[in-house]
């Protein structure tokens, strides 16, 4: 039932729900919930609040919140980590900025998969660096990365760094093994590090797969950095808190060396929300996800019912990356929101022709959408 309440958000300045104030369009663009947090989560914000006192806290000090990710990590991932191997930031998005800073020079490049998400495809200019475009193929139903043309480019002397999301945003496939495998041999043979974007690792929908962290596969453990964070699973992204792992002590030495001076530290507040998502909610998490395959479902049917629109399988995520070039229109960002929804303009992930329709919203709500859609 908690995942059915309609939550009213027009007070709060919501991102979301700023970009289509006043119009009579859903906002299902921009990947945060309709959910609220878990209670345990609000309880230990209160707390926190109650206390009265918001001085320095250094993440690295606060020891509930790094063996919080330790269990977390070792009961849902099978991965034993060291809290030495942890590297606290205040989000992704500077993580894998701080990752080209880190490991590349002016001119070199950095190869990502494509469609992506904007910050993503955004991080190599923004650091001097040449953005790569590695194609996300479809097989056998599902979106993978497209292995010939990532083992060509990595050949290049220049390319120096694979920024990888996994699971993958927009078209929410999990790599699996062999394909991580593969990975790791190819950045293994031409030393190119691997930046794993992993916010998404604990919404996995299809119950046949599991997710793998990249620090953990075999020739990645010291080649690697792994992105994570609370925020996408329990909607505390606002908190501005995540982490990375690290295992080899000199990627994570170049990779602090980066931050020095211009990334702040990971804020108290997403401390104390990482520490009760990951000790306190595993029963949310695990109604959390049933409920978005019920979401998924519904969108299935849904696009499988209307001429023109096309969706492949969604292993992990919440996030739909529909195929509009059946509309035969020249925008189907416009297509949309003339018939009151708001998705991602697929032109920012790299296809014009896609939107990406985010899912974690009450069952009402895609209900409404797809009724709108229908017209």
């Known amino acids: 039932m908690q995942f059915d309440e309609i939550i009213d958000r027009s007070s709060t300045y919501s991102f979301k729900w700023q970009k289509y104030k006043g119009k009579d369009v859903l906002p299902m663009w921009v990947a945060d919930t309709e959910f609220a947090s878990p209670g345990p989560i609000v309880h230990a914000l209160q707390k ?83 953005r790569v475009e590695i194609n996300t193929v479809e097989v056998a139903g599902r979106w993978t990365l497209d292995f010939a043309q990532l083992e060509q480019q990595a050949a290049d002397p220049k390319s120096k760094l694979l920024i990888l999301c996994n699971p993958m945003n927009p078209v929410g496939s999990v790599l699996s093994q062999n394909e991580l495998d593969r990975v790791s041999a190819i950045c293994r043979a031409n030393d190119v590090v691997l930046c794993s974007d992993e916010i998404h690792c604990d919404l996995v929908l299809d119950e046949s797969k599991k997710h793998l962290p990249a620090g953990k596969i075999t020739g990645l453990e010291n080649n690697s950095v792994t992105l994570m964070a609370a925020s996408k699973t329990f909607n505390i992204a606002g908190l501005a808190t995540s982490f990375a792992i690290i295992p080899n002590a000199h990627l994570r030495t170049q990779f602090m060396s ?101 899912f974690g919203c009450p069952r009402s709500m895609l209900v409404e959408a797809f009724g709108r859609l229908k017209g």
């Open 48 to 130: 926190r609040v109650e206390h009265g006192l918001f001085g320095y806290t250094l993440p690295a000090q606060y020891e509930p919140a790094n063996n919080a990710v330790k269990r977390w990590l070792a009961d849902k991932h099978d991965w034993q980590i060291e809290t030495s191997w942890i590297v606290w930031t205040p989000g992704v998005v500077p993580a894998f900025n701080v990752a080209c800073k880190a490991y590349c020079k002016l001119g070199d490049k950095v190869m990502l998969q494509t469609p992506n998400y904007p910050p993503l495809r955004a991080a190599p200019s923004i650091n001097g660096l040449e």
């Open 258 to 358: 980066a931050m020095q001076g211009f990334v702040p530290w990971a804020n108290v507040m997403g401390l104390v929300a990482t520490e009760a998502a990951f000790t306190q909610c595993d029963q949310w998490h695990q109604q959390l996800l049933d409920y978005l395959r019920g979401n998924l479902d519904y969108i299935q049917q849904q696009v499988d019912s209307i001429p023109g629109l096309r969706l492949l399988k969604v292993e992990a995520t919440y996030l739909a990356w529909i195929d509009a070039t059946g509309l035969e229109v020249d925008n189907p960002q416009s297509y949309f929101e003339a018939r009151g929804v708001g998705p991602s303009p697929g032109i920012d992930f790299g296809n014009k022709q896609y939107v990406r329709i985010n």
